[in-house]
C-alpha cells in the first residue's frame, strides 16, 4: 500500500516568513495530492491540490510543488501569518481513498 | 458549497449507552466517508458509502455500525464503546465513488467515552 512521509513534524517561524512541509510518497500510482489545514478542534480543510499532470500550483500566498520522479511533494506558505498556525497535512491518492502524511504542526509567532 | 455539516459538536457517553452522529452534505457527492482522529495523529479510514451502499469497512469493531439513509446522509451509530474510542470523528464527502476527487470535511463530533 501507499506509504507518505511528512517533514517536519513541527515547524516554528516568525510572521513575514517562509514556510516549507514536504512530503515523500511510495506508490507511482498515486496521482492526486491535496493538502490540508486543520485547525484546533476544527475538521481539515482543503487548501490547495496537485495532479501528477502539473509540477507547480500557486494560490496567493501558498503554492505545491509536485517531482513525480522523485515522489515527492512540498507545500510553500509565503508572508506567513499568525492565523496561518495550524496543523497541516499532506496527503496521497491513487485509488479515491487517501493516504495521509503525520501532519506537521506550523507556529508563526506574531 | 463545500460544506459538510455534522451533529452534535461534542458527544459525551457512557460505555453502556447507544448514541448516533449526524452528517449532512448537500453537493450532490455520491461517496461519503467516516474517519477517526486522535490528538495529533492523521485521520483513519473507517467506512466508505458509494452510491450510499457500503463500499469500504476498515475492520471498524461492530460497536460502530454506520447507516447511509439517502445520499445525503450518513449515521454512525455507536453502542457499548470502550474509553479507547475517545476521539473526533470527521465525516467527508467527494463527488463521484472510484475516482481521485477533493474530499470535503465536516467539522467533527467530538467523542467522549466514560
Known amino acids: 500500500g501507499e506509504n507518505v512521509e511528512q517533514h517536519p513534524s513541527t515547524l516554528s517561524v516568525q510572521e513575514g516568513d517562509s514556510a516549507v512541509i514536504k512530503c515523500t510518497y511510495s506508490?507511482?500510482?498515486?496521482?492526486?495530492f491535496p493538502w490540508y489545514k486543520q485547525e484546533l478542534g476544527k475538521g481539515p480543510q482543503l487548501i490547495i491540490d496537485?495532479?501528477?499532470?502539473?509540477g507547480e500550483k500557486k494560490d496567493q500566498r501558498i503554492a505545491v510543488t509536485l517531482n513525480k520522479t522523485a515522489k515527492h511533494f512540498s507545500l510553500h506558505i509565503t508572508e506567513t501569518q499568525p492565523e496561518d498556525s495550524a496543523v497541516y497535512f499532506c496527503?496521497?491518492?491513487?485509488?479515491?481513498?487517501?493516504?495521509f502524511g503525520r501532519g506537521t504542526s506550523l507556529i508563526v509567532h506574531p | 458549497d463545500t460544506e459538510v455539516t455534522q451533529t452534535p459538536k461534542h458527544l459525551v457517553m457512557g460505555m453502556t449507552n447507544k448514541k448516533s452522529l449526524k452528517c449532512e452534505q448537500h453537493?450532490?457527492?455520491?461517496?461519503m466517508y467516516w474517519y477517526k482522529q486522535k490528538a495529533k495523529k492523521p485521520p483513519e479510514l473507517m467506512f466508505v458509502?458509494?452510491?450510499?451502499?457500503?463500499?469500504i469497512n476498515e475492520s471498524v469493531p461492530s460497536r460502530f455500525s454506520p447507516e447511509c439513509p439517502n445520499s445525503s446522509l450518513l449515521n454512525l451509530h455507536l453502542h457499548a464503546l470502550q474509553p479507547e474510542d475517545s476521539a473526533l470523528y470527521l465525516c467527508?464527502?467527494?463527488?463521484?465513488?472510484?475516482?481521485?476527487?477533493?474530499?470535503?470535511f465536516g467539522p467533527g463530533t467530538r467523542l467522549t467515552v466514560t
Open positions: 496527503a496521497a491518492i491513487g485509488s479515491y481513498i487517501p493516504t
Open positions: 458509502y458509494s452510491y450510499e451502499k457500503l463500499s
Open positions: 506508490d507511482s500510482a498515486s496521482n492526486y
Open positions: 496537485i495532479r501528477s499532470n502539473v
Open positions: 453537493m450532490g457527492h455520491r461517496a
Open positions: 467527508a464527502s467527494s463527488q463521484e465513488p472510484g475516482r481521485v476527487d477533493e474530499q470535503y
